[in-house]
């Protein structure tokens, strides 16, 4: 079993930065593809970006592609979602996700654990 922890929503004005960190609660961690997603009200939950255990193969959505950057430190078992140039359409509640997958993962049923999510509000 993983655990995961989420941090560092909350609410910037369009253009600011915000910088999400999610921990894991095992040392395996490190084996596990770490992926971010997000939920807007009254839609799905989308990918937004993805990266392998050695932090070598990363993947982003289109739509943060250039603007948001994913990390890992696996000896904190932490990984981060850094996020600038934030628009109003990127306010969503954000989650991590491990999978055991060895391979980029862009859909939720590649995940097996899940954090409780933390919300990230842009206004205009």
């Known amino acids: 079993q993983v655990q995961l922890v989420e941090s560092g929503g909350g609410l910037v004005q369009a253009g600011g930065s915000l910088r999400l960190s999610c921990t894991a609660s095992r040392r395996t961690f490190s084996r596990y593809t770490m992926g971010w997603f997000r939920q807007a009200p009254g839609k799905e939950r989308e990918f937004v970006a993805a990266?392998?255990?050695?932090?070598?193969?990363?993947y982003y959505q289109r739509s943060v592609k250039g603007r948001f950057t994913i990390s890992r430190d696996n000896a904190k078992n932490t990984f981060y979602l850094q996020m600038n140039s934030l628009k109003p359409e990127d306010t969503a509640v954000y989650y991590c996700?491990?999978?055991?997958?060895?391979?980029?993962?862009?859909?939720?049923?590649?995940?097996?654990?899940w954090g409780q999510g933390t919300q990230v509000t842009v206004s205009s």
């Open positions: 990266i392998i255990w050695s932090g070598g193969s990363t």
């Open positions: 996700a491990a999978s055991p997958l060895g391979t980029i993962v862009v859909v939720t049923t590649g995940y097996d654990y």
